[in-house]
């Protein structure tokens, strides 16, 4: 077979490639792809902000410095919230009974020493008073006649002398003519009986003055017993005319005063109305008594209020409890008992105010107490 001719292109006079020989082009290669250039960093994104510096390094030495604080400090002292606020009360109550005539004061009124509460009838008192003065002067009158009785005795003893002078002469007389035989035997016996009578006569007198001067008689005082004793009376009676008026034991604020009404029958000794010294309070903490290793009497004290938040007041610790709160309640826990539990003791302790508070203290209010035991004990 005769091998055909390619045919040839006519513009350029050459042969023209074989079917076989017509190759398929390659494709040209793909291009690398060009990273994107990156974006200029700002000050923004080169530099942490102060925000960020704070949390990340602020936060942590803060947490660590109150972690340090609070274990360095929690050694040095030692607190409590079981504590309260305590004042001195008076409970005032009548001496006297009565009907209450008048009120002074008002429920949370400041009072002085010495000022007028309420005043009870004063009447039936007063004439107590009366009476006792009329007793006096009885008792005056009795003694102006014991003195006259015994100036009585004295001239009945001299009249029983003179008598038994007259019946002893007229006896010796009786016995000489009884002797001589001129005179009765009845005259004689007569005689003889006024003797007797007159020297019984001098007895009696002599004893009526004796008991005179006995009831006269002042035992070792210079007023009569009598007169004493209604002059004692006479006191007692003033003093509970002056008691009808009842005033203030001591400065305080006027509590607990519902009871103090206008026309209510008053019981002696039954407390009407509660004074309050809100100059002078002091804070009673209960401790638990693990608590009390290192606390001693004057180591300083921070106290605060729920009532008052923010406010703190300085004191220190006055007194130490002598027992714990049970030894002093109403019914003592019995701990020999065989399902016995061991509980933790509390133990009073008083708190001294160093500072007048910028707020009014009120007997009661809750408070949270620091004692610093970190100084020890002297």
């Not at 023209?16 to 960093?41: G, I, N, S, T």
């Not at 009569?224 to 209604?230: E, G, R, S």
């Not at 509590?255 to 804070?283: C, F, I, K, Y």
């Amino acid at each position: 077979m005769t091998d055909q001719l390619s045919p040839t292109r006519p513009e350029t006079g050459k042969r023209a490639p074989r079917a076989e020989e017509v190759r398929p082009a390659k494709a040209a290669p793909k291009p690398d792809p060009v990273p994107a250039a990156p974006a200029p960093e700002t000050d923004a994104d080169a530099k942490p902000g102060w925000r960020t510096r704070l949390l990340m390094f602020g936060l942590p030495l803060l947490l660590l410095a109150g972690g340090v604080g609070y274990w360095l400090l929690s050694g040095g002292s030692v607190s409590t919230d079981n504590a309260y606020v305590q004042m001195d009360k008076v409970s005032v109550a009548a001496e006297v009974g009565g009907l209450i005539t008048e009120v002074a004061v008002r429920e949370g009124q400041e009072v002085a020493k010495g000022q007028l509460l309420f005043r009870i009838d004063p009447k039936p008192y007063a004439l107590t008073v009366a009476q006792a003065n009329a007793a006096i002067d009885s008792a005056r009158v009795d003694v102006g006649n014991l003195s006259a009785s015994l100036a009585t005795t004295h001239v009945d003893i001299a009249k029983a002398k003179e008598d038994i002078t007259f019946a002893e002469v007229n006896f010796q007389r009786q016995a000489a003519l009884m002797e001589k035989g001129f005179t009765t035997r009845a005259a004689y016996d007569a005689s003889r009986h006024a003797v007797e009578q007159a020297r019984a006569s001098l007895a009696q007198a002599q004893a009526d003055a004796a008991e005179a001067r006995a009831k006269l008689a002042t035992g070792g005082g210079s007023t009569n017993p009598q007169i004493a004793a209604a002059r004692v009376q006479r006191a007692q009676a003033e003093v509970d005319l002056g008691r009808t008026e009842v005033r203030a034991p001591s400065a305080g604020r006027v509590a607990e005063s519902d009871r103090l009404q206008r026309g209510q029958m008053m019981v002696a000794g039954l407390p009407a109305v509660t004074l309050v010294d809100t100059a002078h309070p002091w804070v009673e903490a209960n401790f638990k008594e693990t608590d009390l290793a290192d606390m001693c009497v004057g180591q300083p004290a921070e106290m605060r209020f729920d009532a008052y938040p923010g406010l703190k007041v300085r004191g220190h610790v006055e007194t130490i409890g002598a027992g714990t709160g049970s030894e002093f309640s109403v019914l003592p826990a019995q701990n020999a008992t065989g399902n016995w539990v061991k509980v933790t003791q509390r133990v009073p302790v008083r708190i001294a105010f160093d500072e007048v508070a910028k707020r009014d203290m009120i007997a009661g209010l809750s408070t949270e107490v620091k004692v610093i035991t970190s100084g020890g004990c002297k």
